[in-house]
């Protein structure tokens, strides 16, 4: 059964930083796109970045663009999330999750497995 298990999260300060790391196994990582997604209360979980099986390729939500910036690393099966210049906006439960075999990352592509979740909280 694939795992994914979110860690990295916590309190920060409005204009602060996190990195938020998403540690993959039982299955072949590198061969599979990964993304990131957020729920906050009261709101349907949403789509912030993903990463193409390559690398190569990154998609990004517009609410995140220039601040959030995510990498993978093959060799440790992980993916992260760097986290800049956060708000209070950015408050939610992050998710990582496993993309399409061979995918590039898309953010309507299909995404399969998820992890459980760690919280990021953005004090003003």
């Known amino acids: 059964q694939v795992q994914l298990v979110e860690s990295g999260g916590g309190l920060v300060q409005a204009g602060g930083s996190l990195r938020l790391s998403c540690a993959a196994s039982?299955?072949?990582?590198?061969?599979?796109?990964m993304g990131w997604f957020r729920q906050a209360p009261g709101k349907e979980r949403e789509f912030v970045a993903a990463?193409?099986?390559?690398?190569?390729?990154?998609y990004y939500a517009d609410s995140v663009k220039g601040r959030f910036t995510i990498n993978r690393d093959s060799a440790r099966n992980t993916v992260y999330l760097q986290m800049n210049s956060l708000k209070p906006e950015d408050t939610a439960v992050y998710y990582c999750?496993?993309?399409?075999?061979?995918?590039?990352?898309?953010?309507?592509?299909?995404?399969?497995?998820w992890g459980q979740g760690t919280q990021v909280t953005v004090s003003s």
């Open positions: 999750s496993r993309g399409a075999n061979y995918g590039l990352g898309s953010p309507t592509e299909k995404y399969d497995y």
């Open positions: 990463i193409s099986w390559t690398g190569r390729n990154t």
């Open positions: 039982r299955y072949t990582f590198s061969y599979y796109a």
